[in-house]
């Protein structure tokens, strides 16, 4: 019984530049000589971003990304040869943006590239709202001091945003007293986590429930909590 024996390849056991990448990542002196540092870095994948005095932005994945001759989810089987490292993606094909027209680049650890990418970046990445939530902030907008002190202050969720519209939708019309009340307070509720909202507290502990009841449908109870830990990113 029990759980079978699992071993991994890791890039972080193999030989490592990273901090050769760390200190040429602070002597760049501008975008090419910043790209050049980061193709030493190996892990763990970052997402780097870049600005300098001239008002140039530029992003760029960086860390050693393996190849595999198939994609599939979940462990992977060592006697398949489809399953077997090729190598890795090349610098120079990891996903990078320079002064793009929207004129900021920005990373909240989301997934940046389309699932038809043309190579497989793997990985479990945080959820969209905080990018989405950047990109809201940004659009149209200067940034200026005070911009990026209310950014850096900014309490409004995306993810309460989207979802709150149809908990309400789901909740409405019941007839359960308690239904009926966290209806009516997520209905009225502009998505920010002030320390007077009601609204926020509400959502967050219906979060919370409901996204422990939907993985107990799909994990064993003793890795639940594990796995609860890693929905709200």
Do not use: C
């Not at 090419?32 to 997402?47: G, H, I, P, T, Y």
Request: charged fraction near 20%; avoid cysteine; proline fraction near 5%.
């Amino acid at each position: 019984g029990g759980d079978s024996v699992t071993s991994l390849r890791w890039v972080g056991a193999e030989h490592l530049d990273d901090i050769r990448a760390s200190i040429n990542v602070g002597r760049a002196k501008n975008w090419e000589q910043f790209r050049d540092a980061l193709r030493d870095w190996a892990v763990a994948v970052f997402n780097w971003v870049y600005a300098d005095a001239e008002g140039n932005a530029g992003y760029q994945m960086a860390g050693r990304l393996p190849i595999r001759g198939r994609m599939m989810a979940g462990v992977r089987d060592p006697a398949n040869p489809a399953d077997r490292w090729l190598g890795y993606i090349p610098f120079d094909g990891l996903p990078h943006r320079y002064n793009p027209a929207s004129g900021f680049v920005a990373s909240a650890n989301q997934r940046i590239v389309e699932p038809n990418y043309k190579y497989p970046i793997y990985g479990a990445y945080s959820q969209g709202h905080r990018g989405i939530r950047i990109d809201q902030a940004f659009s149209g907008t200067k940034a200026d001091r005070a911009h990026t002190v209310a950014l850096q202050n900014d309490v409004k969720s995306v993810r309460a945003e989207r979802s709150a519209p149809d908990i309400v939708a789901l909740l409405k019309g019941t007839g359960d007293a308690d239904a009926e009340a966290v209806a009516g307070l997520l209905a009225g509720w502009d998505s920010r986590y002030t320390t007077d909202s009601v609204a926020a507290t509400v959502f967050e502990t219906f979060m919370f429930h409901w996204q422990r009841g939907t993985l107990a449908l799909h994990v064993p109870p003793r890795l639940l909590d594990l796995a609860v830990q890693q929905t709200n990113l």
